[in-house]
């Protein structure tokens, strides 16, 4: 039952009927879903809480994470808004936890991946229908984007609700949810899921093409890297890495349109960002600050860079490591390799694809506060304590050592100095 329901809750933050379904238009069927989940799942947070928060790092730096950004307006003492803000946090923290908690079983995962993966395709429906009809479901028509300001020429981009009615949004859902398809197609047994996701891989393709989102090449360059990740090891690994978030730090600002170094509205925007760091080192300039403080009233455009100026280090390296840790037991699990089922390695592979390429894709989106993000946190947490399935392999994934953690704050800071660096490059280039 605890399932189901926070099925129907994650179903809800998605496709949001409450705002195009005319019977139910303007209900509160998200907040009656996540009372009703909690209550449910109550007795599981007890006897499981303390189990995953001494096992998985994660766990711990998603709450440092909420402190964090909560403290980050503790410098002019503003009671409201840390109380605001750790309510607003608080809420995603609680349903990434449960989704660990949760998706640990075979049936766990399989109802919530589903659940994202149906909502997927519901949503590619309702983009190609506002392609070809100029509606989507609710009558919501898609968004006109000037591509050129002098002509007034544009193109029209899929939009579906909530969170999605960004077409970058929808866009990275459909790139994501691919290597999901894929894994399900290769590792489902039940012969109609198969062919569901088979079926679902060029739905979503074309979905992707009518969101005419630029930006969701990051998305699937980051999956490509990732691919190739998994095929080399040791330092030629981290080459490879740190070259492609270097070429996307030079390229994608400019949406891969006018030349390399033309249109930089994102790249100044960093160095704003890193600005509003360098002078607020500690605690940032306040979680929802950065527009007011941008000249342009505008937000980051990138996650980490937005994360870093708005909660200093006291909220950045919590995300960060909450990141790190996950992607690590991602790799870790799949490194014991013939000790695990087929199914599961295809479904890390598939998770650990798709981790890989919103990670990348949200260096160019400010996205901390949005559902997807903790959806897959969640979803490759889970899927690695339910890989495995012997005290031993949970104990070579799981097992953190001092060295685990000095990695992890090296990469930390590491990537402040990589942003730093990269940013005053293609500035100073422009």
């Known amino acids: 039952m605890s399932t189901f329901l926070l099925a129907l809750y994650t179903m809800l933050l998605l496709i949001r009927p409450m705002d195009w379904w005319e019977p139910i238009l303007g209900w509160q069927l998200v907040t009656v879903a996540a009372i009703a989940t909690l209550l449910v799942t109550f007795p599981q947070i007890i006897e499981n ?27 002019i003492f503003w009671l409201t808004g840390m109380s605001e803000i750790f309510q607003e946090i608080g809420k995603i923290y609680i349903y990434f936890f449960l989704v660990i908690l949760l998706a640990r079983s075979e049936r766990g995962y399989q109802t919530i991946l589903w659940t994202l993966l149906g909502c997927t395709i519901w949503m590619a429906i309702h983009a190609i229908l506002q392609q070809h009809t100029g509606f989507g479901f609710g009558n919501k028509p898609p968004s006109w984007r000037v591509r050129d300001s002098e002509t007034g020429t544009g193109v029209w981009q899929a939009r579906a609700f909530g969170t999605f009615d960004d077409p970058n949004d929808l866009c990275l859902l459909f790139i994501i949810s691919i290597p999901l398809f894929y894994a399900e197609f290769r590792s ?26 630029r930006g969701g090449y990051v998305g699937i360059f980051a999956m490509v890297i990732a691919y190739l990740m998994s095929r080399t090891k040791g330092m030629k690994r981290w080459l490879l890495l740190s070259l492609s978030v270097f070429t996307l730090t030079i390229i994608a600002p400019s949406r891969f349109s006018g030349g390399m170094f033309k249109d930089q509205d994102r790249s100044i925007l960093w160095g704003d960002g890193i600005q509003m760091f360098k002078s607020h080192p500690l605690f940032g300039v306040g979680f929802k600050e950065f527009p007011e403080i941008q000249s342009d009233h505008k937000v980051a455009h990138n996650t980490y860079v937005h994360v870093l100026a708005t909660t200093g280090v006291v909220g950045y390296l919590p995300f960060f490591a909450m990141i790190y840790f996950t992607v690590l037991h991602l790799r870790r699990t799949l490194k014991l390799d013939t000790a695990l089922l087929k199914t599961d390695q295809i479904r890390l592979a598939g998770l650990f694809s798709a981790c890989v390429g919103y990670f990348a894709s949200i260096y160019f989106l400010s996205r901390q506060t949005t559902h ?11 899927k690695a304590i339910g890989a495995c399935r012997t005290p031993e392999m949970f104990t070579a994934v799981f097992t953190q050592t001092g060295k685990d953690w000095r990695n992890a704050l090296l990469w930390a800071f590491g990537s402040i100095g990589f942003m730093w660096v990269t940013i005053r490059i293609v500035n100073a280039a422009g």
């Open 372 to 382: 997807l993000l903790y959806i897959l946190l969640g979803l490759a947490g889970a």
């Open 49 to 75: 809480s303390g189990t995953l928060w001494r096992s998985l790092p994660e766990v711990k730096m998603g709450a440092a994470w909420v402190i964090g950004a909560a403290a980050s307006y503790l410098p």
């Open 188 to 213: 489902a047994s039940p012969p109609l899921l198969k062919g569901l996701a088979l079926l679902a891989i060029p739905i979503v393709g074309y979905g992707v093409f009518c969101t005419n989102s």
